[in-house]
């Protein structure tokens, strides 16, 4: 499988969680809608567009549950969560409920937004080691209170890699009839997806991540009942269109003047691809990967898994607890001397290794890590065990 990817064959590529992989046939399409483009930028932008992006959405909507007049493509889901947060008419002491394993960027724009309107962002702790889905419901909830308006929370968290109970927050909040975000970037072609059954009200994810599509490739999600009320995060064509069409919605939120979106146009062949493959298979056989090698890895360095070592609480990546005090030396190291391409994430007091396993990875490329983190223990003093 590594054969169909680009990477660099030199590089022990375990970080696919950051920013994707993308496969050779994949990559090809992408190359050849941006030659179309080039041949023939007007007749392109102006008239094959609108007929391209409908064609791409298509397969999408039925991959991820929803209908296809309710999302559109972002660059990424900061671009989703900012559009959202602008959107928003919350008043000063009006709180966003969170939880402390956020992404950074998101971390940053709810702060943003909040030195703006006065707002407050709650970043509920979810202790760890995790036991129980139970646990994470019960700790979350103790955040809310009167003033609580809004439930922004990732579904799987990149630092510490665990998959949060989203079905079950997203309804309880609907219950206290909360606004309910969801931050899905890990999501599509990682785990199973069916937008309408978790039924937020705004949901983002990445195509450039687990489903392989070239980079700078999302969507945002918008339940129908809450289309009218979000702006455009850049005012453009489709704002008052001369020619409107069926979504003022869509309107607003695609058409946004010259830009290269041929990423967006290449999703059906990322499904496509996806299919050929058997990826639900490749995904499954990753999965088990990450999970036999996590409780030896933390047996390594001298810590305890996070969590339960289950499909419940972990995907196609794991975080391992390290006691570091130089966090960035160490990944430096790692990649500088051992050629191994693996964040290294310092989160609320603690820091923690993170391998991706996916479909171009073997049980090797871990035991290359393994080795290197049995040397660095042995020769330097980065890793306290």
Known sequence: MREQFLLDKNITFLNHGSFGACPKPIFEEYQRFQLELENEPVNFIQKKLPIYLKEAKVPLAKYIGCDVDDFFFTPNPTFAINTVMRSLKLQAGDEILSTNHEYGAMD?????????TGAKYIRQEISLPI?????????????????????????????????????EICDKAQQLGLITIIDGA??????????EDLNPDFYTGTLHKWMLAPKGSSFLYVKKEFQADIDPLVVSWGYESLFPSHSQFLDYHEYQGTQDVSQYLCTPRVIEFLEQNNWQQVSSNCKKMVLDNYQRF????GTKPICPISEEFLGQMASIPVNTEKPMELKELLYSKYHIQVPVMPLNGNVYIRYSINGYNSQEDLDV???????????TDLIKV
């Open 108 to 116: 940053r724009t709810w702060n943003f937004y909040c030195k703006k």
């Open 131 to 167: 036991v129980s889905k139970e646990q994470i419901i019960e700790e979350f909830w103790k955040g809310y209170n009167k003033n609580t308006k809004v439930v922004f929370l990732n579904q799987i968290s990149s630092s510490t890699a665990l998959i949060f109970p989203v079905k």
């Open 298 to 301: 933390c047996d390594l360095v």
């Open 186 to 195: 890990h999501v599509p072609g990682h785990i199973d997806l069916n937008i």
């Open 369 to 379: 890590l393994y080795d290197a983190l049995n040397d660095i223990i042995a020769s």
